[in-house]
């Protein structure tokens, strides 16, 4: 039977009367993360974390760090939003998908990639003691997030640390997110991250 992620974390919210926890979300990029970032703000407290080895070349992950650094400081939130970030690190992309390079679009190396993003955003959210952890990733319309819930239900598991489970391209998530970039003016990417999805998109 398929999971409706969205009602998943709207009985999470529903029973957050009277808390505001703790969430870490790991975010790719300040267009997918500024519905998520507006939506979410309104119930927890927030810290944005930039991890994304995956990115190619080191002039892109940095233009999307300091797109993803200033759409914090523009917009408006109820409660306090904040970006941290792990720094440069591709071997450990290159590491993780060794022998996947030829895979498609959608497949097992952007699994593969999927699990180190999201695992260590719950090694950190552990570390800091967060309430709980999540991922921006599921705003794309390209992501299965069937796939990205499941590694985050495994994940949590490993951890110890909740996760809050969505699928935010519900509600008209994804169509918001491209009001919101217009609005402030954000940089977005045709392709991905990485360097295999950057030649996909380069293909005639």
Same mark, same amino acid.
């Given at each position: 039977?398929?999971?409706?992620?969205?009602?998943?974390?709207?009985?999470?919210?529903?029973?957050?009367?009277?808390?505001?926890?703790?969430?870490?979300?790991?975010?790719? #990029?300040?267009? *997918?993360?500024?519905?998520? %970032?507006?939506?979410?703000? +309104?119930?927890? &407290?927030?810290?944005?974390?930039? @991890?994304?080895?995956?990115?190619?070349?080191?002039?892109?992950?940095?233009?999307?760090?300091?797109?993803?650094?200033?759409?914090?400081?523009?917009?408006?939130?109820?409660?306090?939003?904040?970006?941290?970030?792990?720094?440069?690190?591709?071997?450990?992309?290159?590491?993780?998908?060794?022998?996947?390079?030829?895979?498609?679009?959608?497949?097992?190396? #952007?699994?593969? *990639?999927?699990?180190?993003? %999201?695992?260590?955003?719950? +090694?950190?959210? &552990?570390?800091?003691?967060?309430? @709980?952890?999540?991922?921006?990733?599921?705003?794309?319309?390209?992501?299965?997030?069937?796939?990205?819930?499941?590694?985050?239900?495994?994940?949590?598991?490993?951890?110890?640390?909740?996760?809050?489970?969505?699928?935010?391209?519900?509600?008209?998530?994804?169509?918001?997110?491209?009001?919101?970039?217009?609005?402030?003016?954000?940089?977005?990417?045709?392709?991905?991250? *990485?360097?295999?999805?950057?030649?996909?998109?380069?293909?005639?």
């Amino acid at each position: 039977m398929k999971i409706n992620y969205q009602r998943e974390l709207d009985k999470i919210i529903e029973g957050l009367v009277g808390q505001v926890p703790r969430l870490l979300i790991h975010s790719c #990029c300040a267009p *997918c993360s500024s519905y998520v %970032l507006e939506y979410l703000s +309104e119930y927890f &407290k927030i810290t944005v974390l930039y @991890y994304n080895p995956n990115i190619f070349p080191e002039d892109e992950f940095s233009k999307r760090l300091e797109e993803q650094k200033r759409l914090v400081s523009e917009m408006k939130f109820k409660n306090p939003v904040e970006v941290t970030e792990t720094g440069y690190v591709p071997d450990e992309f290159y590491d993780a998908v060794r022998g996947l390079e030829n895979e498609p679009e959608g497949g097992a190396r #952007c699994e593969k *990639c999927f699990r180190i993003r %999201l695992g260590r955003t719950a +090694e950190i959210a &552990k570390e800091r003691n967060f309430d @709980y952890f999540t991922t921006t990733l599921s705003i794309s319309p390209l992501k299965n997030a069937d796939m990205l819930n499941q590694i985050g239900k495994e994940i949590s598991e490993k951890y110890g640390v909740k996760y809050l489970y969505s699928d935010f391209k519900k509600k008209n998530g994804y169509k918001r997110s491209i009001e919101l970039s217009k609005e402030y003016g954000l940089y977005r990417q045709n392709y991905c991250g *990485c360097v295999y999805s950057r030649k996909e998109s380069t293909k005639a």
